[in-house]
């Protein structure tokens, strides 16, 4: 059964733009969540989607949004690029039932110059 | 908002000797407690993982240890190995929100 996969691996944007990062879930899962990883600060939570619709959501900016599809596939979406936003962005897939443990993909790195 | 708290950012320990990472949480809805280890380039893994209604869980080399009313876990690997040497992250889950810690350094010396 394949993992979770990120795409793409790396990504290099400047201030001001945007990205749209891709996640295709453990086949069968529905819940997705994302989350932010910089060095001192572990993971922050971003959010958690099941079935299409926004589950939980963190404490960020409206310039981090995201969506998934009837596949369960997930993207996320960030806006308006900051310096502050360079980090690895991971994602996590479950079957979406509470507290059970996420599998997650090897993440997108992204720098923002 | 730091709900989950790791205060060491590393540790390190010699070969075959016990390693014990900590972890402390804020939020008392919070009812399973889950540790991963990463490696660099790779996504955290799951280790272990214990519920709140224990105090201890064990795998093989690796236990847990759940303090509930200090809010306080750890994690015991005995005996250490150099393959432990990773970065260890502790979470807490309350249903579908969970949160992680920032992470412990680990490194084990032959």
């Known amino acids: 059964k394949a993992g979770v996969t990120q795409t793409p691996r790396y990504l290099i944007k400047t201030r001001g733009q945007q990205v749209t990062l891709s996640c295709s879930p453990i086949s069968g899962h529905r819940s997705v969540s994302w989350y932010q990883q910089t060095p001192g600060q572990g993971l922050q939570f971003l959010f958690e989607y099941f079935s299409e619709t926004q589950r939980n959501k963190g404490n960020f900016p409206g310039r981090f949004s995201g969506r998934q599809f009837s596949n369960s596939r997930s993207e996320m979406n960030v806006s308006t690029l900051e310096l502050g936003d360079s980090a690895l962005y991971l994602c996590a897939s479950s079957s979406g039932t509470a507290n059970e443990k996420l599998f997650f993909g090897s993440g997108t790195q992204l720098s923002v110059l | 908002d730091q709900q989950v708290k790791q205060n060491s950012p590393s540790l390190s320990v010699q070969e075959g000797r016990i390693s014990i990472l900590n972890c402390d949480y804020t939020n008392s809805m919070f009812d399973y407690f889950l540790w991963y280890k990463k490696y660099p380039a790779e996504g955290p893994t799951f280790l272990i993982s214990?519920?709140?209604?224990?105090d201890k869980n064990e795998d093989g080399r690796f236990t847990v240890f759940l303090n509930k009313s200090a809010k306080h876990l750890s994690l015991h690997i005995v005996p250490s190995q150099p393959g432990d040497s990773a970065v260890y992250f502790c979470?807490?889950?309350?249903?579908?929100?969970?949160?992680f810690g920032a992470g412990t350094r680990l490194t084990v010396k032959p």
């Open positions: 214990i519920s709140s209604i224990k």
């Open positions: 979470a807490a889950s309350a249903n579908f929100d969970m949160r």
